[in-house]
């Protein structure tokens, strides 16, 4: 089934050996639905021809900024204008350096600059190019300007050299587009609340208990949403990581804190509860420093459950609740009670047993089950791809 039928790409196609990918893009591209104009560069035809590309494509070669023809049909302007969103790819050093310092000395470039749409770019270059400084200061640049990278990826070159710089493969490229352009048919901007990291619960002003949570999926989670245009808000407990200032981020160190800052932050339409929230806090919190003992008693009592309560509750729950079950054994069957338990929509659930993965780990796996009994697993890879990919789950699920 096509599912980005009237939503329209341009591509840039620039000079290099991976320009022969972006044959793949537009392949895929029109078996979703996708409408395509392509631009290819004076170096562009040294790998690809316009005639391939027309093949695939169904539609008119770009090449020439001075062509009479080309303006008269469609001047740079409009063809920036048509598109619901740019893809550049293959990105060269040069194409990027160009676009950083706002050359527009072609057709590809001009059409860049005078654009009002997203622009994702799709790097491929030798690994030292790409490790240069000036091509990291026009990386930088480029994000600044609000550019969105895809790859580039570690692998084996066409040079016999080995390294970054390799671009990302076409599916995964156009993943990433499928992502944006169904947010797109999103009519409201929608608000998502994302809780991250571990709580603590104080046994006097220096003591604490917690857990091993760095909250780096969450914080993950909260960018990609905020990249496919949620208004997102981040309650986080206590870490050492950065996020964009577009993300309205909540610091709290407490279950009770975050749980209120929760509330507080309803009414939404999703809420993703990554936290790894303490179970219990000491009953009895000590106003001084306990000095050591042979023996010391806490007396426990269980803390608010964030999840259950927003679940079950008629007036603020989201349209789709999410919730996180890290587990060191029986990872199924402890997802699936904890899904029927919670009353929430999906659980992700991962292995935490062996140290690889989850707590800490700029890696994740994890499986998605849902109430349909339906279960979904996200193969091992970094937390910024798992992100994206459950990101984009929900905004098929709100489509």
């Avoid at 790409?9 to 991976?18: F, R, V, W």
């Avoid at 001075?66 to 469609?74: P, R």
């Avoid at 009002?116 to 930088?140: C, D, G, L, Y």
Wanted: glycine residues 6%; positive net charge.
């Amino acid at each position: 089934m096509n599912n980005l039928n009237n939503t329209k790409i341009l591509l840039i196609i620039c000079g290099g050996i991976a320009a022969y990918k972006s044959l793949e893009i537009i392949r895929l591209l029109k078996k979703n639905g996708v409408s395509i104009k392509t631009i290819l560069t004076k170096s562009g035809t040294e790998f690809v021809t316009p005639l391939s590309i027309t093949s695939l494509s169904q539609s008119k070669v770009y090449q020439d900024l001075f062509s009479i023809e080309d303006e008269t049909e469609m001047d740079h302007i409009s063809l920036s204008r048509w598109a619901d969103l740019i893809l550049i790819a293959p990105a060269t050093a040069n194409t990027i350096s160009k676009l950083a310092n706002g050359n527009s000395d072609d057709l590809a470039s001009t059409v860049a600059l005078a654009s009002n749409k997203k622009i994702f770019i799709a790097p491929a270059m030798n690994v030292r190019m790409w490790e240069h400084q000036s091509t990291k200061q026009n990386i930088a640049k480029l994000k600044a300007y609000k550019y969105e990278l895809i790859g580039p990826e570690i692998g084996d070159m066409a040079c016999g050299e080995y390294g970054e710089g390799k671009m990302t493969e076409p599916k995964e490229i156009v993943n990433k587009l499928k992502i944006y352009l169904k947010n797109l048919k999103l009519k409201n901007k929608l608000k998502a609340i994302v809780t991250a990291g571990p709580t603590r619960e104080y046994i006097d002003p220096v003591r604490y208990i917690s857990n091993k949570s760095s909250g780096k999926q969450g914080y993950e989670i909260a960018k990609s949403l905020l990249k496919n245009g949620f208004e997102t808000t981040l309650i986080s407990g206590p870490t050492n990581l950065e996020i964009n200032n577009d993300i309205n981020l909540i610091k709290v160190e407490t279950a009770e804190e975050m749980f209120q800052s929760t509330l507080k932050s309803l009414p939404a339409d999703v809420a993703i509860f990554s936290a790894a929230v303490c179970d219990y806090k000491v009953k009895k919190t000590s106003k001084i420093k306990i000095k050591k003992q042979d023996e010391i008693n806490l007396e426990l009592e269980k803390n608010v459950d964030i999840l259950d309560y927003v679940s079950n509750h008629n007036s603020l729950r989201p349209k789709l609740v999410v919730g996180f079950a890290a587990e060191t054994n029986d990872l199924e069957n402890y997802a699936k009670k904890k899904l029927g338990e919670k009353n929430c929509d999906w659980i992700v659930a991962n292995d935490v047993s062996n140290g690889t993965i989850g707590f800490d780990s700029d890696f994740n796996e994890v499986s998605i089950f849902f109430k349909n009994k339906k279960i979904d697993k996200l193969k091992y890879n970094s937390k910024s791809e798992v992100s994206d990919k459950l990101v984009g789950k929900i905004i098929d699920h709100l489509n």
